[in-house]
C-alpha cells in the first residue's frame, strides 16, 4: 500500500518505475550514463559540441559499415528504432515549463503587489542557498547530483519511511519555531513599518 501510494505520488508510470527502481535495467542505465558524462565533461575535459558531433559522426560510420557488411555478407539490415519527438512528448515538457513560469510570475506579483515580507524572506532563503551551493559546484556536477538523488531519495525513503518521517517531523517543528521568531522579531517590525509612516502622514 505504502509503496503503490509513493508510485503514484511521484507521478506513476514509466519514470516513477525508473526512480523507484522497479525498471533496474533502465535505473542502471540512466545513473551509468549520466556518471559517464559528468566523468567525461568534468574530469576528462571534453567540449559538449564536439562531444556531440563526434559522437554523431562515429554512429553514423558505423551504420553505414554495418549495413555495407550486411549486404555484401547476405546478412539482414540492421533493424533500427525509430527515434522520433513526438508531438506529445513536446506538449507534455512545454505545458510543464508553462506552469513553472507562471508559478514563478506570480510568486513575484504576489511580493511586488502585496508587498509580502514572509514571502520575500523565504524566496530569498531559496535563491541564497541555490546561490551559495552554486558557489562550490558548477552547473553539470549540481545537474548529476540532481540525478544521483532523485534516484537515491525515493527507494531510501519507501524503505526507511517511518525512521524519515519521524526525523522530518521534528525537522519541521524546530524550522516553524525558528521562522516564528525571526517573524515576531524582524519580519512584523518590517511590515509595521509603513503602518507607521502612513499614520503619521495623515
Known amino acids: 500500500m505504502e509503496k503503490s501510494h509513493l508510485h503514484q505520488s511521484i507521478g506513476g508510470g514509466s519514470v516513477a518505475d525508473l526512480i523507484l527502481w522497479k525498471n533496474r535495467r533502465g535505473g542502471f542505465l540512466l545513473l551509468g550514463s549520466a556518471t559517464l558524462t559528468w566523468f567525461l565533461f568534468e574530469k576528462c575535459g571534453y567540449r559538449f559540441v564536439p562531444f556531440v558531433v563526434n559522437t554523431q559522426l562515429l554512429l553514423v560510420v558505423i551504420l553505414f559499415l554495418w549495413a555495407k557488411s550486411a549486404i555484401l555478407f547476405n546478412r539482414p539490415m540492421p533493424q533500427l528504432p525509430n527515434f522520433e519527438i513526438t ?48 558557489s562550490f559546484l558548477n552547473f553539470l556536477t549540481i545537474l548529476y547530483l540532481g540525478v544521483v ?39 512584523q517590525k518590517i511590515i509595521a513599518k509603513p503602518t507607521i509612516k502612513t499614520k503619521k502622514m495623515q
Open 87 to 134: 508531438e506529445a512528448s513536446v506538449l507534455m515538457v512545454a505545458d510543464a515549463l508553462r506552469v513553472l513560469i507562471n508559478n514563478l510570475l506570480s510568486l513575484a506579483r504576489e511580493i511586488y503587489m502585496r508587498r509580502n515580507a514572509k514571502q520575500l524572506f523565504q524566496v530569498s532563503v531559496v535563491l541564497w542557498t541555490v546561490s551559495f551551493v552554486g
Open 149 to 187: 538523488l532523485c534516484m537515491l531519495i525515493p527507494i531510501l525513503y519507501e524503505r526507511y519511511q517511518d525512521h524519515i518521517d519521524d526525523k522530518l517531523s521534528l525537522t519541521h517543528r524546530i524550522i516553524q519555531t525558528q521562522y516564528r521568531k525571526i517573524d515576531e522579531r524582524l519580519l
